[in-house]
C-alpha cells in the first residue's frame, strides 16, 4: 500500500495546527509508523509499506492518524503561552500542563482512524480518498468531518523480487507501445500517463505483487523508455526526475546486466536526442513544446554528463562507448549539421521567376529568422546545460556558405547600375533599375540585420560577412539615394494636390500635407538609421546628400504650397474687397511646420558623431569644414522656406495695400471722419484677428510686420498722390490724424509708437510730408527758409564759395531790447556788370514777415565797381525777447545795382535769431567775433518746403512768394551754380 496524503485534519496544538503521523498494521505484532509532518493540517507522505497477509476473509487493515506531541516538562508548556492564537489553543494549552503536571507525561492525540476489511479490496485494488472515524465510530458522538486520507493498495502474491521486475518491464513495454498506437500519440508528446485507465491498475498490481520499491519503479521506466524513445520518441520532460532517481542506485545496487542494459540505452537515447537536435530548425517551425522538449533533452544529456565526469569508480566493459566528451561532441555534430542542412534546403527553393537579389533577400531572411529563434528559444539552454555554444555554431554556418552565394550577386548587380533619371514630375520612374535598386537595398537591410545578429557570438574572429558586407554595396547607395528623394517629392506633390488647406484637426493650425511631408522626413530618417553605415567618410558623403535632398524637398514643398495659395487665393478674391483667408494662413502654418522640421535633422541622423569621427580620422581643420558645409546646407534651407513665407506674406500685404489706401482715402476725404476711421479699423481688425488666431505666434508676428508696412505705404502713396493733386493743409491734418490713429491701433503701447516713428523710413517720409504739406502758407515759407538756412550751414565756412561771401557781427541788447547788426564786408563776389565788376549792397530784414511785420528793412550804401565791398555799417532793430524766440532769421541779400532795370541778385545769407548772443547795449560790437557766411542762391532743385507752396495755386502769399524765390533761381547746369541742396 501507498500512504499518499491528508486533508482537513483537525488542530490538537495551542498554534491551531497539528504534527500528523500515521500508524498502519493488520496485527498489532507488526506496526509500521510513517514520518511525522510538522505544523500543518494538510499533510503529503507518498510512503510505502507491505504487509503479509494469512486470511484475506477476516483481517483488517487499520490506518490510525495521530499528532504528535514531544515530551515537555511543565515549564516547557509554559513558554508555549506565545504560542496561543485563539481561545480554543488557550483550552489546549492548559489542559497539556494540567495533564502533565499530574500524570508526569503527555501522549500523542488521536485524529481519526480508517479500517479497511482485507476482503472488501477489489482485484484492481484501491485507489481513493478515506474519511476519519473516532473510536467510537463515525462522527465520534456527533463531531463530524475528521478528515480523510487518500490511500492505495492492493492484495496480491509475492513473487521473487528478479522474477516480478522482469515481468513488470515487459508488461511495461507492452502497455507503452500499445497505447502509442491505439491513441495515435504523435511524436514527442507522450508524458508518462497511460490513457487506458487500466494500464496504470495492472502496473500497480504487479508493482505489489512483486514488492517493487519506487526506485525499481524508476530503473524499469528507464530502461523501457529509452528503448521505446529509439522508434516513437516521447517527451523528454520524463528523463531527468527518472535519471536523478536512479543514479544512485545504478552505482551501488545496479546489477551488471542492468548497469550494462542502462548505458546500451543511454547511448541510443544520445543518438536519439542528437537527431532531435539536428532537425530542431524544422521544428521551429512545426513544434510550439520546442523549448520545453529541448530543455529536458539537455538537461537529461548534462546529467549524463556530470555523472560521467564525477563518479568515483567505472567499468567500461559494461559501460559502451558512453563518454563526456562523446556527448557533447555528438551534439556539436548534430548542430552543424542541422545548419548545413537547413542552408542547403533554403538555397534550393530558389524561384526562377525571380531575380538572384530577390533570391537573396529570401535566403537571408530564412536564415535571420532561424537564428533569432534559435537564440531566443534554444542557445541559453544549450549554453547553461551541456556548454555547447549552438547560436555561434549555427551562425558560422551561415555566414560561410551565405557569403560564398552573396558575394559575387551583390559586387555584379551593383557595378552594373546605372544613374537613374528621375526627372519625371508624373512620379513615373523613367529607368528600368528602379526596382532592382530597391531590391537591392532590401537585400542590404536583410544582410545587414544577418551581420548585426553577430553581436551575440562570444568571438567575431574570422566571420566573412560582419564588417565587410557594406564595400560590396557601396557602389549603390548613391542610387539608393535618388530613389528614397524621388518618392518623397513624389509623396510631397500628390500630399500637396490632394491638401485642402483645413486642418487636420481643432488642435493644430496646419494642414495634411505638412503631416505627410513631416512623416516623409521621419521615414528619411529611418531609411538613413536602416542603412546604418559604418565608414565615417562614406557616411559624411551620404549624409550630406541627405540633407542637402532633404533641403530640396522642403524649398519644393514650400513653392508648391505657394503656387497653390496663390491658385486658391485667385479664385475666392477674384474681383472681392481682398480678405484672409483661413486656407492662407492654413499655408504659412504648413511651410513655418515643415521648415521647423529642418531643425531636428541633423541631430536625428546623428551627424555630431561622424563629424567627430571624422575629425578623429582626418583631423580637425577637415572636420569643422565638413561642419561648416552642412550648416550652410542647413541655413540656406532655413533661409529659402523663410522667404517662401515672406512671399505668401507679402503678396498678402500687396492685396490688402489698395483696400487699406481706399479706405484711407474714404476717410481723409470723409466729412465724418470717425465713421470712415471705424471702417478701415474695422478691416485691420478683422484681418489681425483672424491671423491671430489662424497663425502660429511667429507667423503672426511676420504678417503684422507686413500688413504694418503696406499699410504704411498705402499712406504713404495717399500723401503724394494727394500731394500731387495739390490738396488744402486741412486734407492732410486729416491724414495726420489717421496716422496717428493706425500707430494706436497697431502699437498701442506709446514707447512702441515713437520707436516705429524713428525708425520706420515710410513714416518718417510721411509725418514729414504731412508736416510740410499740412502747414500752414506763412509756416511754410518760414520751413522754406531755415531749409535754406540748413543748405548754407552745410557748406565749408571757412572759404568762399561760388556766389563768394559775407562778413558780420551781431548781438541782441537785453536792456534796450534791440538787435544790432554789423556788416563789414563781402569777398569773391560773382561779376554782374559787363566791366567785370559788380555794384554791390545789402538788404536786411527779419523773416518770415508774417511774424515780423513791424520790423524795417534796411539795406547799407552802394559799393561801386568792386568784388570785395567794405560796408562797415551798423543797423538797429527793435525787438522783443519774445519776438527774438519765435524761430525767424535775419536775412541778408546781396544785389548789384543797376541804374536802368532791376537789380542783380547776387546771392543771400539766412541766420537764425536764436543763434545770436544775448549782451547789453554797453558791450562794444568790435569784442565781438565776426561771422563768415558763405553766400547762396536757390536752385532748380528746389525743396520740398517750396514745392508744396508752389501746389497751393488758390493761395496769393504763397504764390507772390515763389514767385520771388524763383526769380533768384540760377538754373543748374547754368555757369557757375551752386546747387543749393535746400531739400529737407
Known sequence: MEVVEAKGLHGKDVNGLSDPFCTIYISQKNKHNTSMKPETLTPVWREYFSFPVTNTQEETLVVEVWDYDPEETVSDKMKRFGEVKSTKGLRVLMKEITLTATAGKQQHDFLGWIKIPLKQIPPIGYDKWFALEGKNGKGNGGKKNRGEVLLRMAVGTEKEKKVATQEYRHVLHLLLVHDLDEENIPPYQWNGEFKNKYSGYILRQLQWQGGLTPLDLDMSKWLVYTRVQCDHPLHAKLYPALFESIVGYLDTQATDDEIRKFWFLSEKLIESFANFVRNIHQSFLNNSDISSQVYHMLKTLGLLKDHLNTRKKSNPELESNVTADMIIEKITSAVTKGASELFLNVTQIENAEESAVENMIKIGQLLIADLRKGHEVVNACFKELLGVEYFDITYRVYDEKYCVILE????????????????????????????????????????????????????????HISGMFHNWFYASVAQWLDIAFFKAMNRIRKAVQIDNLKPVDQYVQRSSSAVDTANIFHQIQIFWNQLSWPDVEGSYTFIAKIMDDLCRCIICYGEMMCRKVEELERKQQLGAKYEISDELCCAVNNIEYVGLGMKPISANLGTEAILQGLATLRDERIGSQCRRTLETVMENAVENINNKIYEILEQVGAKMEPVIYRLLLEGAEATNQEAAVEKLMKYLDKSLIKIKNKTTPSGFDKLFAIIWENASIALKELVRTNIEKRRPPTFFKQIHTMLSIMLDFFYPIKAAADKVMLENESIKEILHLIEVHGASTPELIMKYQHARYNHQSGLPQSKPGSYGMLTIRTHYCEDIQTLRIEILNARNLIAADTNGLCDPFVKVHIVPDELYSGTLKQKTKVKKKTLFPLFDETFLIPLTPNEMSLGGLIRFGLKDHDLFGRNDFLGEVYFPLISIPFTTSDTPLKDLPQRHFVLTKPTEGSSVPLHALENRVWDKMANDYVKKERAKIEPINGGNSQPSGTTS
Do not use: W
Open 408 to 463: 559575387p550577386v551583390v559586387t555584379y548587380v551593383c557595378s552594373n547600375l546605372r544613374r537613374l533619371d528621375l526627372r519625371d514630375e508624373d512620379g513615373i520612374p523613367q529607368d528600368q533599375d528602379m526596382s532592382m535598386g530597391t531590391s537591392l537595398f532590401e537585400l542590404y537591410l536583410a544582410v545587414r540585420q544577418f551581420s548585426d545578429l553577430s553581436e551575440h557570438l562570444t568571438s567575431k574572429a574570422e566571420l
